[in-house]
């Protein structure tokens, strides 16, 4: 899942051709305030992240809270300025002024947790798709513009539109609304979408549903999707790709099934063995309990090191850099440097 | 603590009821205006058991737990049923607590009849409660300690400072948190901690029941393992019973004994955890399963549960899953299911479902059998659960130890 550009690793599913969004070497720090005062210590968010996402595909982002997915989403729709490193939109580096910067939002849009806020509640469905008609596409009626709303209500399966276009969110289920916040994303006929937890808040009936709906648009339109998620068995269910975050790092990626059935980093193997699953042969061993380190003051090495059950004297010095583990899969994790395989190999 | 014996020999009685919830309703508001949000509910929580609710959001799992408890505030109304709670089990673990549950000897109490005093006595030292949001549920201006050793103030008139110090420090320590944040803020706490701190909190009277409402649905995957592990250690050492409420129901399938799914303010259906997992009754219980996608074997499409739950105020004729049912009748639009065992199988499990009345084919999905057939003896099936949707005092065979 990987491909390599200039000795970096670039995280996604691999595809030929230009992937519809990369960004390479993304970094955020983010100051920390004392008081009113700016002091000289900084949040780790994200530390130095590759990634390519190529139309036609999902890629799941899974992590603990904290872990700096949710960062990363907002890095990559540029809702929050990077500390360095950039974005490429179909290959070419995104420009900074202001004309670039719409056309950037006309590409890539994304979508919110929790559909009961990002909604306004005084505006009616018909209010939140036209904005965004109005501004991105243009349209050179009234009756034309009614049309496209009506349109992208079908799009995201809230038929007959006209049921729903002139309703209030609040007249409308969890699933509904989020479909709504989907449907405004299309608008500006995006080639990226990015959904950060988009299902979390909505009702256990009704999740499969809306990825039932990311999982069309990525094969009926071709969009290129990020699914940020806590949840690895629904990114398992909808991603080609998983990239396991931690501390604000990557540390393990590669193709879906096999993140799941042979996951090569312990934090990955933690994750799984912590999940829910009615069908676990055994009882739950927890290797690695505790929690995430703090990202002002990130530990030395692997970030992971604190925890790790395998931890060697390496990982408490030096960064592990992402070593291929199988087929398209990549783990951030010494054990599978040949150099440094002394410790019992690390086993799902 | 003096009721260490006493927890021992609880926990060797397991099987006999603790709590039993029979036919309690609750509305919200009054007169015409009311919403009733729970219709006929029963349940028995046996000592050591865990029993797991599941359901959405407004299915009234929550609802139930504040209604059993006396917490209830207004607008709910409790109209009906009754709450009875065993104090010290009917085989008279007889010096049990440290004198707290002396009044009713061994009748049961109907919580739903006790005064005031009564309930201030059952509160916490047998019958603890673990809210959802433990930053809402801890009071943020106080410090660890004052917050654990309060209850220890009311209950146990004869305990020193020094002791109830010690205590304090004890439970956090069960609990897993060193006793260095005792003199902490709820906010200088993770959320994994303040969840510890709760469970700990209702720990401190060694309970004999402990309703937890989503205790962990706020935390990481990582940290909710690491408590429900914690929970179950402390349960088999103390041997409390615990209600688990959730809505995700593949975490239930792997801590609960026994699961009662919600629907619509009722409850649909009841098992034994593997059986409900391997073989439901309930359309809605086989949609709940499909609804969690898996982490082995093939990828395939699932679909869920078309449609979305229905709002209280407005439920549905007849059986209110009636529109999100791929298998709804004419009879499912206009009567109300009877929850009792489906026809032709014995034991202690119900479903509420016209599928299930033996007067239909049932389709495949719906009539699987539970891989290991539990070894019930022929115990006389028919009379009582047919009769009256009061189906859990009855039956109470032994089969419950394979678990």
């Known amino acids: ?348 | 603590m003096t009721s260490a014996s006493a927890s021992t020999s609880t926990s060797t009685a397991t099987g006999s009821p603790v709590l039993e919830v029979r036919d309690l309703r609750v509305d919200y508001g009054l007169g015409a205006a009311a919403v009733r949000a729970i219709t006929d509910a029963s349940l028995t929580l046996h000592r050591g058991e865990v029993l797991g609710l599941a359901g959405e959001s407004g299915s009234g799992k929550s609802t139930l737990a504040y209604a059993l408890t006396r917490l209830l505030r207004a607008p709910g109304v409790i109209t009906g049923g009754e709450v009875l709670f065993h104090a010290n089990g009917p085989d008279g673990g007889s010096s049990g607590g440290s004198g707290a549950g002396r009044g009713g000897g061994s009748a049961p109490m109907d919580l739903l009849a006790a005064t005031a005093a009564d309930l201030r006595r059952i509160r916490w030292s047998q019958l603890a409660v673990v809210f959802q949001s433990a930053m809402h549920a801890l009071n943020p201006v106080a410090r660890v300690d004052a917050q654990l050793t309060d209850a220890l103030k009311a209950h146990r008139a004869g305990m020193t400072g020094d002791q109830r110090r010690e205590r304090a420090v004890e439970l956090l320590r069960m609990v897993g948190i060193s006793e260095d944040r005792l003199r902490s803020y709820p906010h200088e706490l993770s959320g994994g901690m303040r969840q510890r701190v709760m469970i700990a909190m209702a720990l401190a009277l060694e309970p004999q029941v402990v309703i937890m409402d989503e205790p962990t649905t706020a935390l990481d995957v990582v940290t909710q393992r690491e408590i429900i592990e914690e929970l179950m250690q402390l349960k088999e050492r103390l041997g409390f019973a615990i209600v688990f409420i959730t809505h995700d129901l593949s975490l239930l399938i792997e801590l609960a004994d026994r699961i009662a799914i919600m629907y619509g303010g009722r409850i649909v259906e009841q098992a034994d955890s593997q059986t409900l997992f391997r073989a439901p009754r309930h359309p809605y219980s086989l949609g709940l399963l499909n609804s969690f996608p898996s982490l082995h074997g093939e990828r395939v499409r699932m679909e869920g549960i078309p449609g979305s739950p229905p709002s209280l105020s407005t439920l549905p004729s007849g059986c209110s899953f009636h529109p999100r049912c791929p298998y709804a009748m004419d009879r499912c639009r206009e009567e109300v299911p009877v929850l009792r065992s489906p026809t032709g199988e014995t034991g202690d499990r119900t479903a509420a479902c016209w599928l299930q009345d033996g007067q239909q084919t049932v389709p495949a999905d719906l009539s699987l059998t539970a891989a290991p057939p539990p070894p019930t003896a022929a115990a006389a099936p028919g009379s009582a659960a047919a009769s009256t949707p009061a189906s859990a005092p009855a039956p109470a065979p032994v089969d419950r130890s394979l678990l």
Request: glycine fraction near 8%; proline fraction near 9%; include cysteine.
């Open chain 1, 1 to 348: 899942m990987t491909t390599e550009i200039e000795g970096r690793v670039v995280h996604g599913p691999k595809r030929t051709g230009v992937p519809a969004l990369e960004a390479r070497g993304l970094t955020k720090h983010f100051p920390v305030h004392n008081g009113i005062r700016r002091s000289a210590q900084y949040v780790h968010a994200v530390d130095d992240i590759s990634i390519a996402l190529p139309e036609g595909t999902v890629t799941a982002v899974v992590g603990e809270s904290g872990s700096g997915k949710s960062t990363l989403a907002r890095l990559l729709v540029q809702l929050i300025t990077p500390t360095s490193g950039e974005l490429l939109l179909d290959g070419e580096p995104v420009g900074s002024g202001s004309r670039a910067r719409r056309d950037y939002t006309s590409q890539v849009h994304l979508v919110l947790q929790d559909p009961f806020s990002s909604l306004n509640a005084v505006h009616t469905v018909r209010y939140h798709l036209e904005r965004p008609l109005k501004l991105h596409r243009r349209p050179g009626s009234a009756k034309e513009l009614d049309e496209l709303a009506k349109a992208l209500l079908e799009r995201v399966a809230l038929s007959p539109a006209d049921r729903y276009i002139d309703t209030y969110p609040h007249e409308l289920s969890g699933g509904q609304r989020q479909r709504v916040a989907i449907a405004r994303g299309l608008a500006v006929e995006p080639r990226v979408l990015l959904a950060d937890e988009p299902v979390s808040m909505l009702d256990v009936s009704i999740r499969l549903g809306v990825l039932n709906l990311l999982d069309e648009l990525r094969e009926r339109e071709r969009l290129a999707v990020l699914y940020v998620t806590h949840d690895i068995a629904s990114a398992r269910y909808l991603a080609d790709t998983v990239v396991v975050m931690y501390a604000g790092q990557v540390v393990e990626s590669g193709p879906a099934l096999q993140i799941t059935g042979s996951p090569a980093h312990p934090y990955t193997q933690l994750l799984l063995s912590a999940a829910p699953d009615p069908q676990r042969p055994d009882s739950v061993v927890l290797r690695g309990r505790g929690a995430p380190p703090s990202l002002v003051d990130p530990p030395d090495g692997c970030r992971f090191n604190p925890r790790c059950p395998f931890a060697m004297d390496v990982c408490r010095t030096s960064t592990p850099p992402a070593l291929p583990v199988g087929d398209d899969q990549v783990a951030a994790c010494w054990l599978h440097s040949p150099d440094h395989r002394s410790a019992p190999a690390a086993t799902p």
